[in-house]
């Protein structure tokens, strides 16, 4: 089963303020799925370490959730989101609000779960073609 190219873009980091793929709806499979801004929820981990002297921006990490819809006006699928979050040098975007040390800061967003389930990455068929069972330990018999 071919992976739509939008759903393997999904699984590699998204950085924040760069349009996100649209993958083909799950439902009706005519209309786009066009997702809105993520909502960050910063780590614990992550929080108590802001006041840390040598904290750096890239300490920053957590969890979003993602809210995408079917652009389709008959079907208006609603999808779910969610995945990890950090946060790294700008690569793409160059937002002001977001600088530390005039170094441009953006956030990167990696999506691990979609609903209604899409798959995101081609599943690796696994091979039938096995060892004799039992192999290793007919060889350490035979050694001692
Ligand atoms: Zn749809």
């Known amino acids: 089963m071919p992976v739509d190219p939008a759903l393997s873009e999904l699984a590699r980091p998204i950085e924040d303020g760069q349009p996100w793929p649209r993958p083909a709806c799950p439902n009706c499979q005519t209309g786009y799925i066009g997702f809105s801004a993520p909502t960050e929820d910063e780590g614990h981990d992550s929080v108590s370490v802001r006041d ?19 652009e389709n006006p008959e079907c208006r699928q609603a999808v779910h989101g969610t995945g990890n979050y950090c946060v790294d040098y700008s690569q793409k975007s160059n937002r002001d609000e977001f600088e530390y040390q005039c170094i441009p800061y953006s956030s990167y967003y990696t999506v691990t779960h ?20 039992g192999c290793p330990a007919r060889i350490s018999r035979a050694l001692r």
């Not at 840390?52 to 079917?70: D, K, L, M, N, Y």
């Open 114 to 133: 979609l609903h209604p389930p899409m798959l995101m990455m081609p599943i690796p068929k696994v091979s039938s073609r096995r060892g004799p069972r």
């Open 52 to 70: 840390h002297p040598a904290f750096v921006p890239e300490w920053i990490s957590g969890t979003f959730v993602v809210r995408g819809q079917c």
